[in-house]
């Protein structure tokens, strides 16, 4: 989602993070997406929608919407019976038509295009240009699609990466591409978007696409991550040189080089020759210094646990001020599904910037750092792949050798989640991940997001030991998951390719599975409620049932509990215990503020980011 800048100083920011990985760098010879769904600041709609592919007439023309963030995100009899008007609602007016084509997959879709029953699958994240276009709802606005629309489009339309590329990129630069969050022509957001696409010819591509100069039309780019890569975007902008001559890794606008060209972002050196023309140089917009920790951690991350021979370095970079990390890298070893959920699951563990440590941590070592106003304080948090606020993540797993692929779909925070798996060619999923998935703003015990969500809520209140549970929670059902998900694809390889079949019988047995686990993650809150309250575990009603765990040592020593020592004396008159305690207890605070400069400087010093203080 979105990287949102609040004035220079105060950088308020949204993220989202995309991992793709090619068909050699795969245990199986699968291609994989993901997308941590980083929402925030404003509330989300909830829900999970399989929308049915249809025929259409000649001459159809299809509505495009101005997508809205909360609930309900759209409203209309086009597309699903979830999205048809409930008590209460208008439908959502078109923003404007393009014209439909005679066919559409079926596809599942959150706030982007996610899958569809021709394994294209999708994952997104917000990067940040030097353009910036509007939608047509806002004054000055000019331009009708916004990456929600393009990536459903992409869904409804294409079999292939290339194709997905191909038909985002033309209608953008037809009908203009506008950011989510690209604020009003006083105050620019400057959003762009790059998404990773892969299908079941078994190719994964990274797409980069912004509005055009004039703030209509667009400017977009595709570049192929090599079979054995592993690529990231973590909000800013990848793909570097373009050479056209080879349209198997590289497709783009036609005005990808002048549009720069015009605006004097960049001038060849050889007039007429764009080998020394740098996509991301040329577009992305450079931030003020404090957003790379948060960009770049991330990149590093992954690229560090799965290139480690690379010995990628984390002075992090942005843009074009600091180096950036490659387009993509070469796995060390052949990747499982498995190791990418659980990188999406990350909070820098066993790094020197793992969040379950330090003071910030707090005295139960909670790895998540709330953002929000600080007070004019300057400074910044990591960002790690998964946050408090990531609303949903997925892995799309395609196996070109398989009659379908699978979404595994993780509901709320990915350190808290089970990664559920649906199949691409499911047209109907649990009524918990939709009609009742409820809303952000009201607690819902039915919806299959508040399960995760108040886990991961009540975990906050004993961060460490509550994880236990969690944890093997997690693995008890993540394990079934994928026992039980290799069933079934192995049957459905005997069903012959009877595509009602096999859809009938995998959309049974995994919203079967989907609500089984909503059941028991339910059945874990209300465990935990009664196991850890008031500060204490309590198992049993018999005596020493309830533990009484207290705090960790190195936090009651950082704090005034051990001001207060028992006495070693009778007190008297003659000398009250204040005159001798005050001078112990300034020595003290002096020594505390001292040791946590010192500290403090000493870890900015080492993480690199001294330049933002
Ligand atoms: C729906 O439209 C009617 C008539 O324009 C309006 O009075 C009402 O407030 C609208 N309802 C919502 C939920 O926007
Ligand atoms: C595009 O928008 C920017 C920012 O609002 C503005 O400065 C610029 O003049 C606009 N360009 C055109 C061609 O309208
Ligand atoms: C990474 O570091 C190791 C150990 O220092 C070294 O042997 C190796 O050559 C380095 N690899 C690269 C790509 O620089
Ligand atoms: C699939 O084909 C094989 C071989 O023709 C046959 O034995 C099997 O019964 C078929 N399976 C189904 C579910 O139709
Ligand atoms: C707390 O402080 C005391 C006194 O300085 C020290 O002996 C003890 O090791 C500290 N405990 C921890 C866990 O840091």
């Given at each position: 989602m979105r990287i949102a800048?609040?004035?220079?100083?105060a950088v308020a920011i949204e993220a989202c993070t995309m991992i793709a990985v090619g068909k050699k760098a795969t245990v199986d010879g699968s291609t994989i997406v993901t997308h941590?769904?980083?929402?925030?600041?404003d509330a989300s709609d909830l829900r999970l929608v399989a929308i049915e592919g249809r025929e259409y007439p000649t001459d159809s023309e299809r509505a495009v919407y101005k997508i809205f963030?909360?609930?309900?995100r759209l409203v209309s009899t086009d597309r699903s019976p979830q999205y048809y008007p409930k008590q209460g609602q208008n439908e959502t007016k078109p923003m404007g038509f393009i014209p439909q084509v005679s066919r559409t997959y079926s596809y599942i879709q959150q706030e982007y295009g996610i899958i569809n029953e021709v394994q294209l699958a999708i994952g997104e994240s917000t990067c940040n240009s030097k353009t910036n276009g509007w939608p047509l709802?806002?004054?000055g606005g000019q331009s009708l699609l916004g990456i929600g629309e393009l990536t459903n489009i992409a869904m409804e339309r294409c079999d292939s990466a290339r194709c997905a590329i191909q038909t985002m990129g033309d209608l953008a630069v037809k009908y203009g591409f506008y950011g989510?969050?690209?604020?009003?022509?006083?105050?620019?957001?400057?959003d762009s978007e790059a998404l990773g696409i892969t299908d079941r010819y078994g190719e994964v591509w990274i797409f980069h696409i912004m509005a055009g100069p004039a703030n209509n039309s667009a400017i977009w780019a595709g570049q192929r991550v090599p079979d054995d890569h592993i690529a990231v975007v973590?909000?800013?902008?990848?793909?570097g040189a373009i050479d056209l001559s080879k349209p198997d890794q590289f497709m783009a606008s036609d005005n990808v080089f002048s549009a720069a060209e015009s605006m004097g972002w960049y001038t060849p050196k050889?007039?007429?020759?764009?080998?020394?023309?740098?996509f991301s140089k040329a577009y992305a917009r450079e931030l003020p210094p404090g957003p790379h920790i948060f960009a770049d951690g991330r990149t590093w991350r992954v690229y560090s646990t799965f290139?480690?021979?690379?010995?990628?370095?984390?002075?992090f970079g942005y843009v074009t001020v600091y180096p950036r990390y490659p387009f993509s890298v070469r796995a060390d070893n052949p990747i499982a599904l498995s190791q990418i959920t659980t990188i999406l699951r990350d909070?820098?563990?066993?790094?020197?910037?793992?969040?379950?440590?330090?003071?910030?941590?707090?005295p139960f070592g909670s790895p998540l750092r709330y953002s929000g106003f600080?007070?004019?304080i300057h400074g910044a948090w990591i960002n790690?792949?998964?946050?408090?606020?990531?609303?949903y993540s997925y892995a799309a797993h395609i196996q070109s050798n398989s009659p379908v692929g699978t979404l595994w779909f993780g509901e709320s925070s990915p350190h808290g989640t089970v990664y559920i798996p649906f199949s691409s060619i499911q047209t109907k999923l649990p009524?918990?991940?939709?009609?009742?998935?409820?809303?952000?703003?009201e607690f819902n015990p039915k919806s299959a997001w508040w399960a995760f969500n108040f886990v991961n809520n009540w975990r906050t209140l004993r961060y460490d030991l509550i994880s236990e549970d969690v944890v093997a929670f997690i693995k008890k059902y993540q394990d079934e998951a994928l026992a039980l998900n290799t069933v079934m694809l192995e049957y459905v390889s005997?069903?012959?390719?009877?595509t009602a079949e096999m859809r009938a019988f995998l959309e049974a047995s995994h919203n079967r599975f989907a609500e089984h686990v909503v059941d028991a993650r339910w059945q874990l809150a209300w465990t935990l409620i009664a196991k850890y309250s008031d500060g204490y575990v309590t198992t049993g009603?018999?005596?020493?049932?309830?533990?009484?765990?207290?705090?960790?040592g190195w936090w009651l020593n950082m704090t005034?509990?051990?001001?207060?020592?028992?006495?070693q004396q009778p007190v008297t008159l003659a000398s009250t215990p204040s005159i001798s305690f005050m001078p112990n207890l300034t020595l003290f605070i002096g020594i505390l503020v001292g040791f946590i400069a010192h500290y403090a400087l000493h870890r900015t010093r080492r993480q690199g980011y001294s330049s933002i203080l």
């Open positions: 800048l609040i004035a220079l100083l941590n769904d980083d929402a925030g600041d963030g909360g609930y309900p709802t806002i004054p989510e969050y690209s604020g009003t022509p006083e105050a620019p957001g400057y973590a909000n800013r902008f990848t793909i050889v007039p007429g020759k764009t080998d020394d023309f740098d290139a480690k021979s690379q010995n990628f370095t984390h002075d909070q820098f563990q066993g790094t020197e910037y793992d969040l379950h440590n330090g003071a910030a941590a707090g600080t007070l004019g790690p792949l998964s946050v408090h606020r990531t609303l009524a918990s991940f939709h009609d009742l998935a409820g809303k952000q703003s005997t069903l012959n390719g009877s009603e018999q005596p020493g049932g309830m533990a009484s765990p207290g705090y960790p005034n509990y051990v001001q207060w020592q028992p006495r």
